[in-house]
């Protein structure tokens, strides 16, 4: 066994080092927005900074942070009992910075005069590092817990502002689902542990360590068990119907800031635990096994048992996920509940990539995760600056906004047009080479690529709507607020005044719209890494 | 070589940006991007009539040109143009809307920049259809197309616009996403090497009949969509009677081509077994939409309603010369395809101009126009004989080869068409009687004849109608540069 040397922790350093200096700044009576801001965009670039250089090497030697002969190596409870470098899990560390670099550059903007801004930046900076610990799992109960430095940090998080009753009640929702959740996933990984022997991923559900002789008795039961309450506990991270009611509440309930980096960016973790947690059983069926001592009807079976079903029961989930949130997409009136579902749908496309569990899938969900940052944190950032003038989260007071902010307005329809899967938006490419993976693995894979685009087609409706709304539909007279040295009169609406997003907002949701456009155009450098990814880690596992 | 379809596509793109940016002068930036882009057809046209340069060859696409664009080990998407005679043809009608729909709305007042600059994106992305040749490019532009016609629908409409505009968008995005469902299944399930349309069209013919045939009909109702075949439809009269008459011109002169267009190449010549097995069925909704077309037409009061459904009339034609899988009927189906684009874009721009002159587009309010407005009424009266066929007028070279080539193929069944032909020449004749030459009603003190713009727009397309009537064969000798010339 070798030591992991500490500059692996490098990124993680610096997330836990500039939460601690802004709690401690905080204490010390030095409270500025600017400061912490500044401080959480600094350290949670630089962190991402060094996964980029991580994933610009992998897995050739002599990476940035982490030393040669450490990435992509084939993993047990010898050498990793707790963490592990994978490609795989540096690309979700990135998406996860991702997310949060957008969120905390966009809160620069927030009111300086407001209060909580340490708590807001502080628990910020440890979610993300929850998440990015989380991407380094190589043991069960280790990946939960860094699920719950998450957790904890956003529950307070969603409540942190204390003002609106409404605020209150999501963080407190969130928060006994979250409890919940854990209680269930933990449990979960206990009746694991009592079959296996064992919270390692890499052997967890193989079969091959089975402290149990017998498999058909109560034995499989118990295993069987486990993974069910593993799969209903990280559900509801997931936000896969029907573990998904809490998500709309709390996306609706929390400041605009955070519902982005929830959407965007926590809720990723969830989908990361799902992936290692159970490509390994469904993988282990697909591999040819060759038994110790002669295939008996004992050892076939045990290493067969979880797989197909396992499969089968996440096509179910994507199909029921992704339609679910569709249909009551649809009949929202408000912008943020309809981005809470749209959000819902899009677990539901990216659950398509376990069940087929192939390679490529799983190369095309991450692509949709990534895509996912961007065109969803993106889009509840520029629903946040659109609250700045005074236009609240119904639908119909967006009237005319694509006309009166028209670069919000160009963002925010790129937005949705690549949610909804238009070419050109890297919600196309992700859509398109999740469903042609799907068709490419054949078999019943296929109706998963049908589902997927016709809730893609059915999704259309409703962001075409909001599309409606924002440019062929005039706001009635003394419905909206018109902000002052707006135009008053002409044939067309008035036109807000082009400052007061701020700049950190502006730059954020510049940021997202350009990547929208830019990868959509050119997937071809994140996809050959994603690929390559997700090949080593099919064959890690 | 010289690329020229890329530099095209280069040319549009900035063209289309610029125009966005432009403001108020957006409309001679759009003009001169027409004029660039009408300049590059002709030199596509001057390639490919030089068979000195080794392009005119009848099996091949010319100018093809193809850079690696998603390249992972299962999925290989290029950049791959190219253009045989029909894409060629279409292009040049491409070109010729978006210039007369450019000249017809020069006096945009609403957003002009905008207005211009989505008309140029709409003719940017028909082009990029007709000149893809890779399933993934093929597909982006096609669904380029689909946003700002939504956008052009929606905010320049008329009263219903906005339900026209969604209805539109939906019916057609559902279309859409069935043909590349379909295409992907051909791709991945004949283990195609890539998605290029050669590697695709090659490795097809190893797939089993049924499952040819289900992919076959699939994607016939993922362009059928956008045709319209009866009984999906629905979306045309509503999406062209709420259109501005420039979104009306395009959504009938290219918009209904890119079905066409993509039955031929990305069904018909790449699954030809799977249509030929299927061909009754196509018959049948032919004549569907050839006798509903011609009898909805024959009951509107509307205009401009009149001149959709005599569209789904011709889209029907066109249908049954593409189901006849023969050279002469894929002959016909372009032309006719061309001819329709020229007359249908004549006519809405008629019905637009009547009803702004005159307040009105109901025939039966409407009516005696030709003295307050006798350029209007010439120009109405030579795109309705030219929609009905009469000789020396574009559609009639069209028509005719179409019903030969139907008799050729299936006897009797062409006095379907046939018959239709007598209905469409009845409604015509009716509504040029009323509008035009009926005892003056409604017209508005201070009504006046075309303004210059409107004139010259519509006087382009009546000399073309002139000029491809009498001399059909410049079009004809480079439809027949095509792959599937050589069908029996």
Request: include cysteine; proline fraction near 5%.
């Amino acid at each position: 066994m070798t030591a992991l040397p500490w500059t692996l922790f490098a990124p993680e350093l610096f997330l836990l080092g500039a939460a601690l200096l802004v709690f401690l700044l905080d204490s010390l009576g030095i409270r500025r927005l600017e400061l912490f801001g500044g401080l959480a965009t600094v350290g949670i670039s630089i962190a991402l900074l060094g996964v980029l250089a991580d994933l610009r090497f992998a897995p050739l030697a002599g990476l940035a942070t982490v030393p040669a002969g450490n990435v992509d190596v084939p993993w047990s409870p010898l050498n990793a009992s707790l963490v592990v470098v994978t490609s795989f899990g540096l690309i979700f560390q990135a998406i996860f910075l991702t997310s949060a670099l957008l969120v905390a550059l966009a809160s620069l903007s927030r009111r300086s005069d407001e209060k909580g801004a340490a708590i807001f930046f502080g628990l910020l900076l440890f979610a993300t590092l929850g998440m990015t610990l989380a991407a380094l799992a190589a043991d069960l109960i280790y990946l939960l817990l860094a699920i719950e430095v998450t957790g904890i940090s956003t529950y307070l998080l969603v409540g942190y502002t204390r003002r609106d009753a409404r605020g209150l009640e999501a963080a407190m929702k969130f928060y006994i689902i979250g409890a919940l959740s854990a209680a269930l996933s933990f449990f979960g990984a206990s009746l694991l542990y009592a079959y296996y022997g064992t919270t390692n991923l890499a052997t967890l559900g193989t079969g091959f360590v089975s402290m149990f002789p017998s498999p058909l008795g109560g034995a499989t039961g118990i295993a069987f068990l486990g993974y069910g309450f593993l799969l209903v506990g990280i559900g509801f991270k997931v936000t896969a119907v029907p573990f998904h009611a809490w998500a709309v509440d709390v996306y609706d309930g929390a400041p605009s800031d955070v519902s982005a980096f929830l959407a965007g960016g926590s809720k990723k973790v969830g989908l990361f635990a799902y992936f290692v947690v159970f490509l390994v059983p469904i993988l282990a069926s697909q591999t040819t096994f060759v038994c110790p001592g002669g295939p008996t009807p004992t050892c076939h079976y045990l290493h067969s048992t979880f797989g197909i079903p396992l499969q089968v029961l996440f096509g179910l989930l994507a199909v029921v996920t992704m339609t679910a949130g569709n249909v009551l997409a649809l009949m929202q009136t408000e912008m943020k509940r309809m981005l809470a579902y749209s959000s819902i749908s899009q677990a539901g496309y990216m659950l398509i990539g376990l069940a087929v569990a192939t390679s490529p899938a799983i190369a095309g969900a991450t692509l949709q995760i990534f895509a996912h940052v961007f065109m969803k944190t993106g889009a509840f950032l520029v629903v946040a600056a659109v609250a700045g003038f005074g236009i609240g989260s119904r639908i119909e007071e967006w009237k005319g906004v694509g006309l009166r902010h028209r670069w919000l307005g160009a963002s925010f329809a790129a937005m949705l047009l690549s949610l909804a899967g238009i070419p050109l938006t890297v919600g196309f490419v992700s859509k398109f080479v999740l469903f042609s993976a799907a068709v490419q693995a054949q078999g019943w894979f296929v109706w998963l690529a049908v589902a997927g685009l016709l809730n893609s087609a059915l999704s259309v409706f409703y962001y075409a709507r909001v599309l409606r709304v924002m440019y062929m539909e005039r706001p009635e007279v003394g419905s909206a607020p018109v902000p002052a040295g707006a135009v008053v009169g002409g044939s067309d609406p008035p036109a807000l005044t082009l400052g007061g997003i701020g700049v950190g907002r502006a730059t954020a949701i510049g940021l997202a719209t350009a990547a929208v456009f830019a990868f959509g155009v050119y997937p071809q450098p994140v996809l050959a890494g994603l690929q390559m990814a997700a090949d080593h880690l099919v064959q890690l596992l | 070589m010289i690329p020229i379809l890329s530099i095209t596509l280069a040319t549009l793109f900035v063209g289309t940006l610029a125009t966005f940016a432009a403001g108020p002068r957006a409309r001679y930036v759009a003009a001169a991007v027409s004029a660039i882009f009408l300049a590059e057809i002709a030199g596509m046209f001057a390639l490919f009539s030089a068979p000195a340069l080794g392009l005119a060859l009848p099996t091949q696409f010319a100018e093809p040109e193809s850079y690696p664009w998603i390249q992972v080990a299962w999925l290989h998407v290029n950049y791959t143009v190219g253009i045989d005679g029909i894409s060629l043809v279409l292009i040049l009608l491409t070109g010729i809307l978006q210039a007369v729909t450019v000249a017809y709305s020069w006096t945009e007042q609403r957003q002009p920049a905008a207005w211009f600059g989505l008309v140029l994106l709409t003719c940017l992305g028909c082009f990029g259809v007709f000149a893809a040749l890779d399933v993934l490019l093929f597909f982006v532009f096609w669904e380029v197309v689909l946003v700002p016609m939504f956008f052009l629908i929606g905010y320049w409409g008329g009263p219903r616009r906005r339900y026209a505009a969604l209805k539109f968008f939906i019916y057609t995005h559902v279309a859409s996403v069935t043909m590349l469902v379909a295409l992907l299944v051909t791709a991945f399930y004949s283990h195609s090497a890539s998605l290029d349309f050669a590697s695709m069209a090659a490795s097809a013919q190893t797939l089993a009949l049924p499952t040819q045939i289900i992919l076959f009909l699939s994607l016939f109702f993922g362009f059928g969509v956008k045709f319209p075949i009866v009984p999906f439809h629905t979306w045309l009269p509503d999406a062209h009677v709420e259109a501005p008459t420039g979104g009306s011109v395009l959504l009938a002169g290219l918009l209904l081509k890119l079905g066409g267009y993509g039955l031929i190449r990305w069904a018909l010549e790449i699954l030809p077994t799977g249509l030929q097995h299927v061909a009754p069925i196509l018959y049948a909704v032919a004549f569907a939409s050839i006798v509903w077309g011609a009898g909805v037409s024959l009951a509107q009061r509307d205009l401009k309603r009149l001149v959709a459904y005599s569209s789904i009339n011709h889209m029907g034609i066109v249908l049954l010369a593409i189901a006849l899988y023969s050279s002469l009927g894929l002959l016909a189906a372009v032309l006719l395809m061309f001819a329709h684009g020229i007359v249908s874009a004549l006519l809405f721009m008629v019905s637009g101009s009547v009803h702004h002159t005159f307040g009105s587009r109901d025939i039966a309010t409407v009516s005696g126009i030709t003295p307050t407005a006798p350029v209007l009424s010439t120009m109405t009266m030579t795109g309705a004989l030219a929609s009905l066929g009469l000789p020396a007028l574009i559609s009639f070279p069209a028509e005719f080869t179409a019903l030969l080539a139907t008799w050729d193929k299936i006897g009797f069944w062409v006095l379907i068409p046939l018959g239709a032909l007598v209905i469409t020449a009845a409604f015509y004749i009716w509504m040029m009687q009323r509008l035009l030459f009926g005892t003056p009603k409604s017209i508005p003190v201070g009504a006046h004849d075309l303004p210059y713009p409107e004139a010259f727009a519509m006087g382009v397309l009546v000399v073309l109608s002139v000029l491809y009537g009498i001399l059909p064969n410049l079009l004809i000798h480079f439809i027949q540069l095509s792959p599937v010339a050589g069908l029996p």
